[in-house]
């Protein structure tokens, strides 16, 4: 199994970036998909996931209404749009796949695969 993110770069405050992750040896849609970020001297906090069925998505508070997850199933693939970007989304984003029950959605120990990281600037 392996998760490709990519789509990190530097951006100013304000602006917009999209972040992707490619899944290959497993099919996104029987697993739930997750986007979890850490940041310098932070731990690994969620930041936002589809349900395994795809069907629900889940947001932290901190990006609700400025970040957007969406899947490909024919690419087997996951995006975070993010928009209106600050200082504080500065992180290695990271994209995971799991079978977490939906009240651990949230939890990293809840996800089986792990991608690599791509890291995302935000400058002020």
């Known amino acids: 199994v392996q998760l490709q993110a990519s789509g990190g770069g530097l951006v100013q405050a304000g602006g917009s970036l999209r972040v992707s992750c490619i899944a290959s040896?497993?099919?996104?849609?029987?697993?739930?998909m997750g986007w979890f970020r850490q940041a310098p001297g932070k731990e690994r906090e969620f930041v936002s996931g589809?349900?395994?069925?795809?069907?629900?998505?889940y947001y932290a508070d901190s990006v609700k209404g400025r970040f957007t997850i969406s899947r490909d199933n024919a690419k087997n693939a996951i995006h975070l749009q993010m928009s209106s970007l600050k200082p504080e989304d500065t992180a290695v984003y990271f994209c995971?796949?799991?079978?977490?029950?939906?009240?651990?959605?949230?939890?990293?120990?809840?996800?089986?695969?792990w991608g690599q990281g791509t890291l995302v600037t935000v400058s002020s």
């Open positions: 995971a796949a799991g079978r977490p029950i939906t009240s651990a959605i949230r939890r990293d120990r809840s996800y089986e695969y």
């Open positions: 040896g497993l099919t996104i849609s029987t697993y739930a």
């Open positions: 589809f349900s395994r069925s795809g069907g629900f998505t």
